[in-house]
């Protein structure tokens, strides 16, 4: 990683620092319990919340694609990705969203960028198992919500990718890593 993609990371991830009751620590080498990697392709990757355990220190436990079309676009990746790193999982499958996908033109979409039919299927339009997640109501804003191509969502037009940290994410990551005592949230959003 060069130092400014360094800079740009560490800038991201401090995003989400006053809204966590976590010490960030950024260390060099294979010490961190994240491990970021970077590449030049667009988009990234993290293991979600403990999973990163699993995975040997010697490999990452995020990458990211600083091959983006600017800082802005990178920083969002960066936050979404590190919204993984803390146990989020993607918005666009929350099982309360509103989005209705047209299932084959998302299928084309994200074959341009490498997925299969049934990685687009785990990553993209299956809504998530509310047994085992703690969810709140879906936030259309939200940095764990793709951006969805103009064609890709019946009745709507494109939906720009969030570049921030909404509200909604700032309320969550407070809720999931309080400070104090135990707070309650608007389940209604």
Do not use: C
């Not at 990163?52 to 983006?68: L, R």
């Not at 339009?125 to 890709?152: C, H, Q, V």
């Amino acid at each position: 990683m060069t130092d400014k993609q360094k800079e740009l990371t560490k800038d991201s991830i401090n995003k989400w620092a006053p809204h966590i009751n976590l010490k960030l620590e950024f260390v060099d080498g294979p010490d961190g319990d994240i491990r970021i990697a970077a590449n030049n392709q667009t988009g990234g990757n993290s293991a979600i919340g403990r999973q990163a355990n699993d995975i040997p220190k010697s490999e990452p436990t995020m990458v990211i694609g600083f091959g983006g079309e600017n800082d802005n676009y990178t920083a969002g990746t960066i936050m979404h990705e590190f919204g993984h790193a803390l146990g989020l999982q993607h918005e666009h499958q929350h099982p309360d969203n509103t989005l209705d996908f047209d299932r084959e033109r998302v299928y084309q979409e994200y074959a341009k960028h490498g997925l299969t039919r049934e990685e687009t299927d785990a990553f993209v339009l299956n809504p998530l198992n509310r047994e085992n997640l703690i969810f709140l109501g879906y936030d259309k804003d939200s940095i764990m919500n793709y951006g969805f191509a103009e064609g890709t969502i019946r009745n709507r037009g494109a939906i720009p990718r969030g570049n921030d940290l909404s509200k909604g994410d700032k309320e969550f990551a407070e809720f999931i890593y309080p400070k104090s005592k135990i707070k309650t949230l608007d389940q209604s959003r």
